[in-house]
């Protein structure tokens, strides 16, 4: 799953280049791509999507509001995040939320909060095509590990909270103060 702004920035172009790149060979691999959201690159990448010849495997069912994105984040397996610059990146939370693996670009600065190698998810370099078919790759190789991904994800999100923050807070104060 993609979730976002279609625009250069958020990089949906490379995450359709590196999906093709893992299933090309494999047409009837049981995987799919949804990328949930409109911009300027939408029709860029419905004039991709048919070049390569990939219809009946990635989707493109626009701007989803936010009552609704929930259906799109319990039935993904895996979000990817493949920006080349985002300062947060809130649709990692959203997703993590819905038990979902991750994998984000280095320039998401969320990722080094909350994506942890291997446990959650995966961090490849931005920009890097090769880099994100291989994770990719890696994380298509089970069901099963994304399902356990997914797990611990959302095991990491429930400790982002109020509490925890106040936590954080305090302590940092107490350390000034020191």
Not at 44 to 72: A, C, H, M, S
Not at 105 to 114: M, Y
Not at 130 to 148: E, G, I, P, R, Y
Request: glycine content about 6%; aromatic content about 10%.
């Amino acid at each position: 799953l993609f979730s976002g702004k279609l625009v250069k920035r958020k990089n949906p172009a490379l995450l359709l280049e590196a999906f093709y790149h893992v299933i090309k060979n494999e047409l009837d691999r049981s995987v799919y791509l949804i990328f949930v959201g409109h911009g300027v690159e939408y029709e860029t990448l419905q004039k991709r999507i048919k070049e390569l010849k990939l219809e009946d495997k990635v989707k493109l069912p626009g701007f989803i509001n936010q009552q609704e994105i929930w259906q799109y984040y319990s039935i993904a397996d895996l979000l990817v995040m493949p920006s080349n610059l985002e300062t947060y990146g809130l649709v990692i939370n959203e997703a993590m939320n819905a038990s979902t693996a991750i994998i984000s670009s280095n320039k998401v600065g969320a990722a080094s909060d909350l994506v942890f190698e291997g446990l959650n998810g995966f961090i490849f370099e931005s920009g890097n095509l090769k880099s994100l078919t291989d994770v990719l790759n890696k994380a298509l190789t089970s069901k099963s590990m994304l399902k356990n991904m997914g797990i611990e994800s959302l095991k990491i999100i429930d400790q982002w909270n109020f509490e925890e923050n106040f936590r954080g807070i305090m302590a940092a104060l107490e350390s000034i103060n020191n």
